[in-house]
């Protein structure tokens, strides 16, 4: 049992100590104030989201005009934590595939 718990903390330690959003301790929180500080702040919304192997749960949210963006995980256990952050987003164009492209 320690030794699940002990691998499940150090996992968990290795994924926000790599991500490049996190130059310090990593953000984490409760997901509704997280979201709700989000949209408060810069206006961004989820447009997005997965499910990961593991039952996590990872979105994508942005402000309106693109200006600024956020990636955020939320794992099974329940705290939700800033993965990356950025500005400038960007929607690809969809391409039209099959024999009419």
């Known amino acids: 049992m320690w030794k699940t718990l002990s691998l499940i903390a150090v996992v968990a330690g290795a994924v926000t100590v790599a991500s490049p959003a996190n ?10 104030k997280v979201i709700s500080s989000l949209s408060a702040k810069y206006s961004e919304e989820p447009i997005a989201v997965g499910v990961t192997s593991n039952g996590g749960v990872i979105e ?7 200006q600024t963006w956020t990636i ?24 039209i595939k099959g024999p009419a492209a």
Do not use: H, I, M, N
């Open 72 to 95: 955020l995980f939320t794992y099974p256990s329940g705290p939700s934590c800033l993965v990356a952050s950025g500005e400038a987003w960007q929607e690809l164009e969809e391409k």
């Open 60 to 66: 994508v949210l942005k402000a309106p005009d693109g």
């Open 23 to 32: 130059a310090g301790s990593p953000v984490c929180g409760d997901r509704a």
